[in-house]
């Protein structure tokens, strides 16, 4: 019988330890307690590096328990794609307000160089964003799925700009996934890149392939 009762006991303590599936909260001080937790990972990532953030480190400078932090995310690495896609929802704001002020007289060749500029301008004033960026190329590779900024950023914003800049052109899904998949790989590689040189040569690069693809419109 005692071998029974200590059978059962450990099944229990084994079940109360595994960690539930994080949960999207819906409450105000849940979603504000998940998005200050994110800010402190980007704060971490800025500061001393990706390989900083733990969820023990994340939880002491969120003033909370490491439990909370496995309610919202499964695992660091999952703090870490989050913040990044937190990054990316940002960029994609921005770029969105910025197209609502550019004037629909502009060239569509000019007004693709503001927009793109405007992208790369606000990238750079985040200090996390090339690391977090670098991460989440590691954690979520390429080949195992198609990055969804590329998805974000032809949905909300090419997708727009065609629209107002290119009326009658041919939008559809795929070919405004092609577009979002050169521009964020390219953006990607010229935010990651740190020789100077070398950065000014994927930047002229960009704008190259961006005019082209510009060309290609139909």
Known sequence: MTNEVNEHEAISVMIRATPSSPII?????AIA??????????TIVARDGADHVTTTRVAAEAGTAVGTIYRYFENRNAMLLDAYDAIVLRLVSCCQAALDELPASMPIAQAAS???NIYLEASE???AHAALLAEMRRIRPFENGHPRE?????ETVISPFLQRFAPGTENSAI???IIGTILVTMVDLYLVTSDPLERATVRTELEAHLQLMLCRLK
Not at 25 to 29: D, E, I
Not at 33 to 42: K, M
Not at 150 to 154: I, K, P, Y
């Open 150 to 154: 590329s998805t974000e950023l032809a």
């Open 125 to 127: 004033k985040l200090p």
């Open 114 to 116: 503001e927009l793109l």
């Open 33 to 42: 307690t998940r998005a200050r937790v994110l800010e402190i990972v980007e």
């Open 25 to 29: 909260p819906q409450q105000p001080r």
């Open 175 to 177: 070919r405004l996934r």
